[in-house]
């Protein structure tokens, strides 16, 4: 298929780095997303998140004529939805509103000869879904529910498995997994991310393709939790977990991950959930993971609380709020979380350390202050480092020694 025009919806951590290698591989590239404020950055050149080297391409997208980005959808050859897919409620369950919204935006423009890709991380069914909400929305265009190989609209869930701080690289060197909703749907989105994907492109079915995507992220979380259970039993125990894994990775079969304070991000610790949601009587390891990792964070709270106990008007600095090292996004971190459990000590004062945010989201403003590392260090009674930041890696052991330090990334140990 000949794909001209290239519409992506979403232009947040995947939608606009992916829209960047569409338009870098020159062809007309349509960013579409709510937040006024990411479309006139967009479209000035710049980016409103961070990402190593995104400014540069997306600069050079813009400044072509490649790229741009609008409020409204238009008409396009290929539309790429990219948008949250979290959960509500304490069952965790899917919470599909965003991707319905989505559908609701590009229906109106949709022609025969399109093609939808789901590219939003979601439970199994989320594509039929997404595919049934089009077809209601345009009752004069046929779909794969209804019409197989002879629909008018091609539709397919195509995960992106790209991990942050390295965006750019892995989506073109990462390997894609392909979920046509029929062969004819496979094939046309393989042809879209041959574009720029130089890794191979596996076609299976969009229900494989959604659980292929969950399945990675479940497993990930399930090795996690082991980790962080090992280093809670170890800290009982009077044991160094960093030298203990270190030690029991030695052997020519056993990995080990590294522990930290819980588990973030809109992916790991959000997918787990998918799983159990859809067939909570046999996802019992994937569930005992999940409360493993979300129990991390008050584990933390709960060594720093019987610290703090020893100082009458303690000052606690904490190093990191992003969900891992060297980015800007907070979703679903567990530093974030700890941090506002925190806040709730009588007399303690917050110094939070984000070397990649210029100013705290609405949430953490009336949790304490945003504070340069050096500064933090020098006036803290308590030093917790949440996050593995490059940054952190290159505090002088000797600016902790009179500290109470709780390292969770294993950096000072």
Not at 103 to 115: E, F, N, R, S, W
Not at 314 to 336: W, Y
Request: with cysteine; aromatic share 6%.
């Amino acid at each position: 298929m000949s794909f001209e025009t290239i519409s992506v919806v979403g232009l947040g951590y995947i939608g606009l780095p992916t829209a960047a290698m569409f338009a870098s591989r020159k062809k007309q590239v349509i960013g579409v997303d709510v937040n006024q404020k990411a479309v006139d950055t967009i479209n000035r050149g710049e980016i409103h998140i961070v990402e190593p080297d995104l400014d540069m391409v997306v600069h050079a997208a813009v400044v072509g004529g490649y790229l741009r980005a609008t409020t409204i959808a238009e008409p396009a050859d290929a539309f790429l939805i990219a948008v949250p897919t979290p959960f509500k409620g304490d069952n965790h369950e899917p919470d599909l509103s965003y991707i319905e919204s989505a559908c609701q935006t590009i229906a109106p423009v949709l022609k025969k000869g399109d093609l939808v890709i789901l590219e939003s991380t979601s439970p199994v069914g989320a594509t039929e879904k997404m595919s049934g909400w089009l077809a209601v929305a345009r009752p004069d265009l046929t779909f794969p529910q209804t019409h197989g190989e002879k629909s008018d609209v091609r539709v397919a869930h195509c995960p992106e498995r790209v991990l942050p701080g390295h965006v750019l690289r892995e989506l073109v060197q990462n390997d894609r997994v392909i979920g046509g909703m029929t062969p004819k749907c496979s094939a046309a989105a393989t042809d879209l991310y041959k574009l720029f994907v130089a890794g191979e492109c596996f076609i299976t079915n969009a229900r494989t393709a959604e659980m292929c995507k969950l399945t990675e992220n479940s497993f990930r979380d399930v090795n996690i939790a082991f980790a962080n259970e090992l280093s809670m039993i170890c800290d009982k125990l009077d044991i160094n977990v960093w030298e203990l894994i270190k030690l029991a990775n030695r052997h020519p079969r056993v990995k080990i991950l590294q522990p930290g304070p819980g588990v973030g991000g809109h992916c790991i610790a959000i997918d787990p959930w998918f799983i159990v949601d859809a067939a909570p009587e046999h996802a019992k390891l994937i569930r005992q993971a999940r409360e493993v990792n979300d129990h991390k964070p008050h584990w933390v709270v709960e060594r720093v609380k019987a610290v703090a106990d020893r100082y009458k008007n303690p000052v606690i600095a904490c190093l990191g709020l992003a969900f891992k090292a060297n980015i800007d996004d907070l979703r679903e971190s567990p530093a974030v979380e700890i941090v506002q459990e925190l806040a709730k000590l009588r007399d303690a004062r917050l110094l939070l350390v984000e070397p990649n945010i210029s100013q705290l989201p609405k949430g953490l403003t009336d949790t304490g202050e945003l504070c340069d590392l050096n500064n933090a260090i020098e006036q803290a009674d308590i030093v917790i480092v949440l996050v593995d930041h490059k940054q952190f890696a290159l505090i002088e052991r000797s600016a902790v020694l009179a500290k109470v330090v709780i390292d969770t990334r294993g950096v000072l140990c």
